[in-house]
């Protein structure tokens, strides 16, 4: 891997959310919830496949996939859509583009200090999410 992003890490900081989750249509309800959520991110290679597992008290997601493969994606718990989802190395960025009903749509994972680095976007909203190692 172009960079090493496996580890167990532990969100810092979380830039709107809110605008990404209003983007992909979230009830106030469940934006109030997730809000409030310490995320966890646990990335695992295993071969030429990769492990993203999400995880709070609330709600866990999992997506695992190969690079430049694309494959169906559907956002279990999130909102609950399908879409295709393609991930590449984009130097040292990990980018996901998930084509679907939303425009726009994806997310991109590097490294820098040290510290896990996730913008998530769909439809100009951009939430940037900063973790550091556990
Ligand atoms: C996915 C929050 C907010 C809906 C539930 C909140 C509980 C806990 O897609 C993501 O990560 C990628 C890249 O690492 C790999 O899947 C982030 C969580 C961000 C999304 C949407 C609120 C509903 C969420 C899992």
Known sequence: MPANLC??????????LEGYMVALGISPQLRKIALKLKL???????????????????????????????????????DNRN????????GNKMVCEQ???KKNRGWAHWIEDDKLHLDLFC????????????
């Open 123 to 134: 439809e100009g909203e951009v939430c940037s999410q900063v973790f550091k190692k556990k």
């Open 99 to 101: 084509i679907g009903e």
């Open 40 to 78: 966890k991110k646990v990335i695992e290679q295993q071969g030429d496949e990769y492990i993203i597992k999400t995880t709070s008290t609330f709600r866990n997601y999992t997506v695992s996939f190969r690079m430049g493969q694309e494959f169906e994606e559907f956002t279990r718990g999130l």
């Open 83 to 90: 879409v295709k989802s393609l991930v590449t190395w984009e």
């Open 7 to 16: 580890g167990t890490w532990d969100i810092i900081s979380n830039v709107n």
